[in-house]
């Protein structure tokens, strides 16, 4: 099992930054990868970025590629998501999730595919 613990979020206004924070914890040696995934009210979970867990490869959904930037700290077990330039459609419950086994790039961003969720962590950008 590994346990995962999101931080971070909070209310800002068009324009300004973010900084995510995901904590792993438990059986960390078995994840592949981590993403975050965000949901907005009323729609549907949606993929935002990614990250391999023991290669230096990462993937973004493309609303936000060149604003977000996901990072990793092994040694810590954290994932971060670093959000710039925010707008208020970045308005959304964001989740931490971990994959206890390999994917390849085109199935990495299914929810389906993500073993472990953390509860979530609210971002509100307001205009």
């Known amino acids: 099992q590994v346990q995962l613990v999101e931080s971070g979020g909070g209310l800002v206004q068009t324009g300004g930054s973010l900084r995510l924070s995901c904590s792993a914890s438990?059986?960390?040696?078995?994840?592949?990868?981590m993403g975050w995934f965000r949901q907005a009210p009323g729609k549907e979970r949606e993929f935002v970025a990614a990250?391999?867990?023991?290669?230096?490869?990462?993937y973004y959904e493309v609303s936000v590629k060149g604003r977000f930037t996901i990072s990793r700290d092994n040694a810590k077990n954290t994932v971060d998501l670093q959000m710039n330039s925010l707008k208020p459609e970045d308005t959304a419950v964001y989740y931490c999730?971990?994959?206890?086994?390999?994917?390849?790039?085109?199935?990495?961003?299914?929810?389906?595919?993500?073993?472990?969720w953390g509860q979530g962590t609210q971002v509100t950008v307001s205009s």
């Open positions: 999730a971990a994959q206890s086994a390999y994917t390849n790039s085109a199935i990495i961003k299914l929810m389906r595919r993500y073993n472990y």
């Open positions: 438990g059986r960390t040696l078995s994840t592949a990868a």
């Open positions: 990250i391999r867990w023991s290669e230096p490869i990462t």
